[in-house]
């Protein structure tokens, strides 16, 4: 009876191996022509292949062979991940930003206004001062290259010498000189042979300085009204109640009433050699 339910071992290994030979048989004998046809290949989008071929290859000399497009792909999201930062450096954004916060900070609040609002601000009026600047890059780069009149390294060429005029017209000399030095570069027979290595610190630092001194007086009207109140509660007796509790409602309405906001933006505005 268990004989008849269960097969012997001998002839299920006998099938197992007819069953594999079976196989092996038929791979062998399938048709070639079927494992060998390449796969159609994927339809490349129009235009993008091109233009990037058209770019890397200026950049590169015009060399007949470009770079695939999956690598130009990533060569250009590196240089998109790291040029915002030099751009930014490079503009009327690092004065602003460090005004606007301590502005807030003279202003006694900490979070108000957010973060977020604060570099808001600071791009918004960057690019109102730099809207000069951006239309000559503009009209002398960006639209020769788009109509196919200069190659990219013309177009780089061209579009940084507007930029280079601004900074160097916010670039202390003293800064400039100490970064020539340091570099044993210079002397220069003109502004347009100053080279970015050497402009470049010199404008971050030119640009700092700026900005501490301009904080400064935005600081300067609100710790006398800190002081003020200070003095006030401790003729009082009120050791025990912080003077920042009591101040900061004065600094805001004094903010408030002089419109502080607009005459902030318009000193910044204002502050950069046009």
Not at 93 to 103: D, E, M, P, Q
Not at 136 to 147: G, K, T, V
């Amino acid at each position: 009876m268990t004989s008849s339910l269960f097969p012997r071992r001998g002839s299920l290994a006998a099938r197992s191996l007819g069953l594999l030979v079976a196989l092996l048989i038929a791979i062998l004998l399938a048709h070639p022509a079927l494992a060998q046809t390449p796969a159609p290949a994927a339809p490349a989008a129009p235009g993008v292949g091109d233009a990037l071929d058209r770019a890397l290859g200026d950049l590169g000399g015009g060399q007949d062979a470009p770079l695939a497009l999956s690598l130009q792909i990533l060569i250009i999201m590196g240089l998109l991940s790291v040029l915002p930062g030099i751009l930014l450096m490079m503009t009327s954004f690092t004065r602003i930003v460090i005004v606007l916060a301590v502005l807030r900070q003279a202003l006694g609040l900490q979070q108000t206004p957010p973060n977020q609002v604060l570099v808001g601000l600071a791009l918004f009026l960057s690019l109102f001062v730099m809207a000069p600047t951006i239309s000559q890059i503009n009209e002398a780069a960006i639209q020769p290259y788009a109509d196919g009149q200069i190659s990219a390294t013309q177009m780089i060429e061209s579009g940084g010498r507007p930029l280079h005029a601004f900074m160097m017209k916010q670039t202390r000399k003293r800064d400039l000189t100490m970064f020539a030095d340091m570099a044993n570069s210079g002397p220069y027979s003109s502004a347009t042979d100053v080279p970015y290595s050497v402009l470049l610190p010199a404008y971050v630092t030119s640009e700092l300085k700026t900005a501490f001194q301009i904080g400064f007086l935005i600081f300067l009207p609100f710790i006398i009204i800190d002081l003020v109140v200070a003095t006030v509660l401790m003729s009082l007796g009120m050791m025990m109640l912080s003077p920042t509790i009591i101040s900061l409602p004065f600094k805001l309405l004094l903010f408030v009433l002089v419109d502080g906001w607009a005459l902030t933006m318009g000193s910044l505005a204002n502050s950069f050699v046009r």
